[in-house]
């Protein structure tokens, strides 16, 4: 004869097993209503790496259901849900149950609930589409004015639409420093490229989330890759440093040389400007906004030309022929030249560039005295230093 006793024992540790085994995956369903007989994939975030976990077809009423399995259940991961280039990003914890729901386009147009650092990512994702839509309506206006005083107010409102965009993500930041999130906040780009944490007093915001999270996972491959792109952050500040204090050291020798040629083939070298105050600007003519860029600049250069300013433009692209169409196009005025070797070239190296459009102000002297700096705030600087 069984004893009962032995059998409730059993009962109960089976259960146990069972909810300890559930609580080492996490559950991602819902309704994607124009997704019907398609087939979704999800992928797991590494890195730069997008890793394939398991794919899933959205029944005929526009269901779904998959399933991750976890590694370690002590930590969160970040997952894609994707529908061929369109793709919304989750932050999953074990024995969560995601709800995913969306009528029509998939990124821009969901809702998700079961998750908080589902719920976190999508507040970040709806904040940058809506300040990249007040961008993108501003810059429209600013194409379609012929007013000095008119482009001048919409630059400044395209500047404070960024500024009030990355106050927002600071408050995010610092409010949940111990979240994945906060880190994926940390990371935001907008469409243009621009990293809304880019200056290099943002360090601070880094560390502050790494330190945070190294005492709540420990483990993290996000924590630990976090911890190495921190160190990198450091050392081009180092860099930057070293930059800003390259004045001339020989008669060869000012800033880290730059010397390209222009569209009709002339030799141009920056240490030629010696003596001048100069803009050394970074570009490249796939950016979305660079003919917006280069008129905010021709503004610039009006104002400033017969004070001793000049500007070396550098553009990092591999087409000759689409920069010569666009420079020649575009009329622009100062010294624009062309390193074909793009992102990978030695000029970007020595003056450390990772994203574009990038500026250095320099003074008569040599010195790095501003950078990224952009619209007013560029005029009054050079205003300063020609007085």
Same mark, same amino acid.
């Given at each position: 004869m069984i004893n009962k006793k032995l059998i409730g024992l059993f009962s109960i540790l089976l259960s146990l097993l069972m909810i300890g085994c559930s609580g080492d995956k996490a559950t991602i369903k819902g309704t994607l209503c124009d997704l019907k007989n398609e087939t979704l994939l999800l992928e797991q975030l590494a890195g730069n790496q997008r890793l394939f976990v398991d794919s899933v077809k959205v029944s005929a009423d526009g269901s779904f259901s998959v399933k991750y399995l976890f590694e370690s259940k002590d930590e969160p991961v970040l997952l894609n849900l994707r529908h061929k280039e369109d793709y919304i990003t989750l932050l999953v914890e074990a024995g969560e149950k995601v709800d995913v729901e969306s009528i029509i386009n998939l990124s821009r147009n969901y809702s998700v609930s079961g998750s908080k650092g589902s719920e976190q990512l999508k507040m970040l994702s709806k904040s940058l589409i809506l300040t990249s839509n007040t961008i993108d309506s501003l810059y429209g206006s600013y194409n379609k004015s012929t007013s000095y005083v008119e482009k001048e107010s919409i630059i400044k409102q395209i500047k404070q639409t960024y500024i009030n965009h990355?106050?927002?993500?600071?408050?995010?930041v610092l409010n949940n420093s111990n979240s994945i999130a906060a880190m994926?906040?940390?990371?935001?780009?907008?469409?243009n490229g621009i990293n809304v944490f880019g200056d290099k007093n943002d360090i601070l915001y880094f560390r502050k989330v790494n330190e945070a999270l190294l005492e709540k996972y420990p483990n993290s491959r996000y924590v630990q890759a976090m911890g190495r792109d921190i160190k990198e952050q450091e050392n081009r500040s180092s860099l930057d440093n070293l930059i800003r204090k390259s004045v001339l050291n020989s008669d060869n #020798?000012? *800033?880290p040389e730059i010397d390209l040629n222009d569209i009709y083939g002339r030799? #141009?070298? *920056?240490?030629d400007l010696k003596g001048k105050v100069v803009l050394l600007n970074f570009w490249s003519y796939t950016l979305p906004n660079y003919s917006v860029l280069n008129a905010e600049m021709r503004d610039v250069y009006e104002q400033a030309k017969d004070k001793g300013f000049e500007i070396y433009q550098v553009c990092l692209d591999d087409d000759k022929a689409t920069w010569i169409g666009v420079v020649l196009s575009q009329s622009l005025p100062w010294i624009s030249v062309?390193?074909?070797k793009g992102a990978g070239s030695i000029a970007?190296?020595?003056y450390n560039i990772s994203t574009m459009p990038a500026n250095f102000l320099i003074d008569r002297d040599g010195n790095i005295v501003g950078k990224n700096i952009w619209g007013a705030d560029l005029v009054n600087k050079i205003n300063e230093i020609t007085e």
């Open positions: 990355k106050r927002a993500n600071i408050d995010f994926v906040a940390l990371y935001q780009r907008m469409p #020798h000012w *800033l030799e #141009h070298k *920056l240490s062309l390193d074909p970007a190296k020595n």
